[in-house]
Nanobody, 126 residues
Framework: QVQLLESGGGLVQAGDSLRLSCAASGRTYRNYAMGWFRQAPGKEREFLATITWGGGSANYADSVKGRFTISIDNVKNTVYLQMNSLKPEDTAVYYC???????????????????WGQGTPVTVSP
């Protein structure tokens, strides 16, 4: 069982950077990967990035590739999302998520994840 707590969101201007944090507790060896998603009002939850707890594999949505970086600190049991060159279209509530076990279908959709944080809002002004 995993409990997740996001932090680091806020109000920024276009071109600014933010680093989101997701503190995880209750991990077991069966928890394989973490993901970051976002959801804007009236839109579906969007996949952003995923990384394994071992840190050996990370993947990104095309919309954020080259601007966002996901990373893991195993000492702190924390997953980060470094967001650079933010755009107004990045405005959303950002969520981190954890799986309950290895997903053979991949980690690019919300269905791969069993545990979710409550979200941290990010607003990017023009």
């Amino acid at each position: 069982q995993v409990q997740l707590l996001e932090s680091g969101g806020g109000l920024v201007q276009a071109g600014d950077s933010l680093r989101l944090s997701c503190a995880a507790s209750g991990r077991t060896y069966r928890n394989y990967a973490m993901g970051w998603f976002r959801q804007a009002p009236g839109k579906e939850r969007e996949f952003l990035a995923t990384i394994t707890w071992g840190g050996g594999s990370a993947n990104y949505a095309d919309s954020v590739k080259g601007r966002f970086t996901i990373s893991i600190d195993n000492v702190k049991n924390t997953v980060y999302l470094q967001m650079n060159s933010l755009k107004p279209e990045d405005t959303a509530v950002y969520y981190c998520a954890s799986d309950s076990g290895f997903s053979r279908s991949g980690y690019y959709t919300a269905t791969a994840y069993a545990y979710w944080g409550q979200g941290t809002p990010v607003t990017v002004s023009p």
